[in-house]
């Protein structure tokens, strides 16, 4: 339903990005990036860093793209249109550092989940 097509202009909190494609009509809702790293050369399971997407509806072909750091505005989604018009979805992480600063160490990995069971310990 969605692809990682790249990620963009590592290591600067305020340029970096990456960019999802829709391959067919559904929602962020569901799905999560996660920072990978790699460890003498093989892929680690340490998750550094990790990005839910809030739920927005998204049509097949639109793009979608998490910026690393934050709007001057605050706002952490705002639709946009690609230079060709397609429409874009931009969320904001809101980090102050750069997620993807090791272009060769890093991983970019597009989960999607579903919450089976949750337990939250009363006070």
């Excluded at 946009?80 to 102050?96: A, Q």
Aim: aromatic content about 14%.
């Amino acid at each position: 339903m969605l692809k990682i097509i790249d990620i963009q202009k590592h290591g600067s909190a305020d340029k970096e990005y990456v960019l999802l494609q829709a391959s067919e009509k559904g929602s962020t809702a569901g799905f999560l990036i996660v920072d990978a790293t790699y460890r003498e050369g093989s892929l680690s399971n340490v998750y550094r860093h990790n990005y839910f997407f809030e739920e927005y509806p998204f049509e097949e072909g639109e793009y979608i793209a998490l910026w690393t750091g934050k709007r001057s505005d605050g706002k952490e989604y705002v639709k946009g249109k690609m230079k060709d018009g397609t429409p874009l979805h931009n969320f904001y992480w809101g980090s102050g550092a750069p997620i993807w600063n090791d272009a060769e160490d890093d991983a970019a990995h597009l989960l999607r989940y579903s919450i089976i069971d949750r337990y939250k310990k009363d006070s």
